[in-house]
């Protein structure tokens, strides 16, 4: 069964602080995703990563995958209040039909 | 339409009650995921299709969940004798095929809560 799991579940920062999510996963090969989640609303894609060393960056965001080691990587530049929500990391495996399995979340607050 | 649209946004009924909940994909995409979010967790997959037909139902918890999708384009999740464990946010998805890069793309939800 494919695991996948993030830390930290909660954190709070202050703004312009700088901070890295882990998403680490159980599967040999896999396509990774990220997506963030405002309360009481859907799940918005940030990146897709598709192969070892990819590299995407959006403003604040950059995530980064490592297949070998299994580890995916969000980091925040620092942050703004704006980006307070929760992030999600997904995987998967690659066969026929994109089913995802998700990590828990990261609950992240920025505070002024 | 622009998004992936889902009907109710919001369902209230009682334990034993037959719930449907309505999916329209974006125009033009052949894949159509259905997940459920209980609160504090992340997305757990239900069932896929690809055109019409179910290609991965393998998440659907038991057999009071059904789901179709007749024409290809617009999905109805089905669920049975509803339970109290049942109450969560159905998410469903769509992507452009399922060989693309995988990016899906999530509607709004229908939050059913079973009494």
């Known amino acids: 069964e494919l695991k996948v799991e993030q830390n930290p579940l909660f954190l709070s920062m202050q703004e312009g602080k700088n901070y890295t999510i882990y998403c680490n996963y159980s599967?040999?090969?896999?396509?990774l995703y990220w997506y963030r989640q405002d309360p009481g609303k859907s799940l918005e894609s940030l990146f897709v990563?598709?192969?070892?060393?990819a590299v995407k960056q959006e403003g604040r965001l950059m995530a980064s995958l490592d297949t070998k080691a299994r580890l995916s990587t969000l980091h925040i530049t620092a942050a703004v209040h704006d980006l307070s929500a929760t992030y999600f990391c997904?995987?998967?495996?690659?066969?026929?039909?994109?089913?995802?399995?998700f990590g828990e979340g990261t609950q992240l607050t920025v505070n002024p | 339409g622009a998004g992936v649209s889902q009907t109710p946004s919001n369902k209230v009924t009682e334990k034993g009650k037959y719930v449907e909940l309505r999916c329209d994909p974006i125009?033009?995409?052949?894949?159509l995921y259905w997940y459920r979010q209980s609160l504090g967790q992340g997305p757990e997959f239900l069932i896929y299709?690809?055109?019409?037909?179910?290609?991965?139902d393998s998440g659907l918890p038991n057999d009071r969940f059904f789901a179709v999708r007749p024409e290809g384009s617009v999905s109805t999740l089905k669920i049975q004798r509803t339970e109290r464990g049942d109450s969560a946010v159905y998410l469903c998805?769509?992507?452009?095929?399922?060989?693309?890069?995988?990016?899906?793309?999530f509607g709004e939800g229908s939050r059913l809560t079973v009494l």
């Open positions: 998805a769509s992507s452009l095929n399922a060989a693309n890069t995988g990016e899906l793309f």
């Open positions: 599967t040999t090969s896999a396509r």
């Open positions: 990563l598709l192969s070892n060393g």
């Open positions: 997904a995987v998967d495996q690659g066969r026929s039909g994109s089913r995802l399995t």
């Open positions: 125009s033009g995409h052949t894949a």
């Open positions: 299709f690809q055109g019409t037909g179910a290609a991965d």
